[in-house]
């Protein structure tokens, strides 16, 4: 598998240097796109896993943390910029593409801020190898796709996986599930808690990102489960238990009850440093002057 970099100069994202890297998944080469801001120590910026999953959703969160870090913030591949082939995605194929992205971008331990679903890969890596991370901030930590978390078994997951996956009732089915209404009451539901920030152009601004050529691959795996990188919580807080670099969770007080009730067994875990503010699954988006208010004293406090 190799990798390399290349350099852009595209007017996108958050004001930062956006860049290429060029990554190999069985030997089909796939553009992923990250962005720089800012300098000094490294710290990476991991969006969400969602259909409308981009590094702009970590922009505001990006101008905070560039005047104290080097801030680093990536398209997830199959969402954002980067390419979106139509892979079977699953998690071998994020694990993978974590641990190469970060031995090939960066040359020392690195913090990371990790929302929503990308939490299990960063947990994975860290168990996999300690020293890749120095500290590990999980806003909103899950692990389970909405599939699966509504009561879907793996077979009719599968089923509706395929569906979406075939060429014209996929393509069809997708845009269903993608138009600017549907997408406004998803973010009210379960995203956002403040409704007035869902204006027409910020939907329109998620609508275009979901309308990309071959959105609904990745976005499909992700709905149904198929990028879960565990399959049970006692396996994600065995993961967290295993940790041996400082963590931090933040949670959103408006989070569903059921990710409520797992992050809050994330938070007491023994050593686990934890911060309750306003918002729900996209508060690192949503609320990001809070997060970094309720992080500050971690990222910035010696550790033992």
């Not at 909103?140 to 979406?164: C, D, H, K």
């Amino acid at each position: 598998m190799s990798t390399n970099l290349l350099s852009t100069s595209e007017p996108t994202g958050f004001g930062g240097v956006v860049d290429e890297f060029i990554w190999q998944w069985e030997g089909q080469p796939l553009r992923v796109v990250y962005e720089t801001l800012g300098q000094g120590s490294p710290l990476l910026l991991l969006p969400a896993f969602s259909s409308v999953s981009t590094r702009v959703e970590m922009g505001e969160m990006a101008r905070l943390l560039a005047p104290h870090f080097q801030v680093v913030a990536v398209d997830w591949p199959g969402f954002g910029e980067s390419s979106r082939p139509g892979l079977d995605y699953r998690p071998e194929i994020y694990q993978q593409f974590l641990e190469d992205f970060v031995k090939t971008v960066f040359s020392t331990p690195i913090t990371v801020l990790a929302a929503g679903h990308a939490a299990s890969y960063v947990l994975l890596l860290a168990q996999k190898q300690p020293n890749a991370f120095s500290r590990i901030v999980l806003t909103a930590p899950t692990w389970r796709g909405p599939l699966p978390t509504m009561g879907a078994n793996q077979q009719v997951a599968g089923i509706v996986r395929g569906l979406v996956r075939s060429p014209i009732l996929g393509q069809i089915l997708y845009k269903l599930n993608t138009t600017p209404s549907f997408l406004n009451f998803m973010y009210r539901r379960h995203v956002f808690t403040d409704a007035d920030r869902l204006t027409p152009n910020f939907i329109e601004k998620k609508w275009q990102t979901t309308q990309q050529p071959g959105a609904r691959f990745a976005s499909a795996a992700f709905v149904t489960g198929n990028i879960d990188a565990v399959h049970n919580q006692s396996d994600f807080l065995q993961l967290v238990q295993s940790l041996s670099v400082p963590l931090m969770v933040v949670i959103g007080e408006s989070s569903p009850p059921k990710s409520r009730e797992e992050m809050n067994a994330v938070a007491a875990i023994p050593g686990v440093q934890s911060a309750v503010i306003p918002g729900s699954l996209g508060l690192h988006e949503e609320y990001p002057a809070a997060i970094f208010a309720a992080i500050e004293d971690f990222l910035f406090t010696e550790s033992d």
